[in-house]
């Protein structure tokens, strides 16, 4: 038990283990960042697609998709202001786009 309170500690104290941990640690950040950070542009990428494709705007593909669920049109603008803001896409478009991705072959 002795040798493994010795090991732990030796670990914790030494500058070498403390970079490695900083390093996974910063690692796990860019992942997660660039992760989404890829999605995020291409669902806009293909909402641009999809909408110069179709000769409409892109507020025109939000309210196709929400035709589809009979949402409301205050729902639809305070989705299209958020996507205008913060570049996020609700699920619902997303759908929409990738079925209607398919079709237009994009």
């Known amino acids: 038990m002795d040798l493994f309170r010795q090991l732990y500690e030796a670990l914790l104290f030494s ?13 796990i950040l860019l992942k997660l ?6 999605r995020v542009y291409s669902d806009i990428d293909l909402l641009y697609k999809l909408s110069r494709k179709r000769e409409c705007s892109e507020y025109d593909i939000f309210r196709a ?21 913060d570049g996020d896409i609700p699920k619902y478009v997303k759908d929409f786009m990738e079925k209607e991705a398919r079709k237009e072959g994009l």
């Open 15 to 27: 500058p070498f283990f403390r970079i490695i941990i900083i390093l996974l640690i910063v690692l």
């Open 33 to 38: 960042y660039f992760k989404r950070r890829v």
């Open 65 to 85: 998709a929400a035709d589809l669920w009979n949402f409301s049109e205050k729902k639809v603008d305070e989705d299209f202001k958020r996507y205008l803001n």
